[in-house]
């Protein structure tokens, strides 16, 4: 999980309880732009990773949150060093979860459905995530 993004417990909750292996939570009700990490999917699986997406041609964006199986840990962590390798330590894991799908690993998708979450970068943010999280609060939502 990237440490910059607050969401709803539900969107855990849904990944928690989901019977996929490997899975990313993407958010595909958004407009996207350049720089979003965006992702496209074929059926359940996601089949590209990459911020150099073109937006039109995206499914969705990744949010930055994954459930990763014990089993595909020796996995990316052999592709984030050949990543590594290739291309230098100024790399996104992101680019490490494409060389697995690649190599044929199953990658699945979740979508966060609508439930709220943001990426964290600026104090403005920081202030929606507040918000959030009172909200969150009184409505009894964890």
Request: charged content about 30%; hydrophobic content about 40%; some cysteine.
């Amino acid at each position: 999980m990237n440490s910059d993004v607050f969401f709803h417990p539900n969107i855990f909750d849904k990944l928690h309880l989901s019977s996929n292996d490997f899975l990313l939570v993407i958010e595909n009700l958004k407009r996207l732009g350049e720089e979003e990490m965006k992702v496209i999917t074929e059926g359940p699986r996601v089949i590209k990773i990459s911020k150099s997406i073109p937006p039109e041609r995206a499914h969705g964006e990744y949010i930055g949150i994954a459930k990763i199986p014990k089993k595909a840990l020796k996995v990316l962590k052999d592709c984030t060093e050949e990543v590594m390798e290739e291309k230098g330590a100024g790399v996104f894991y992101e680019d490490a979860i494409q060389r697995m799908i690649d190599l044929g690993y199953p990658v699945y998708y979740l979508s966060t459905e609508g439930s709220p979450w943001i990426e964290v970068d600026f104090p403005q943010e920081l202030l929606i995530a507040e918000r959030m999280h009172r909200i969150f609060k009184n409505f009894n939502s964890y």
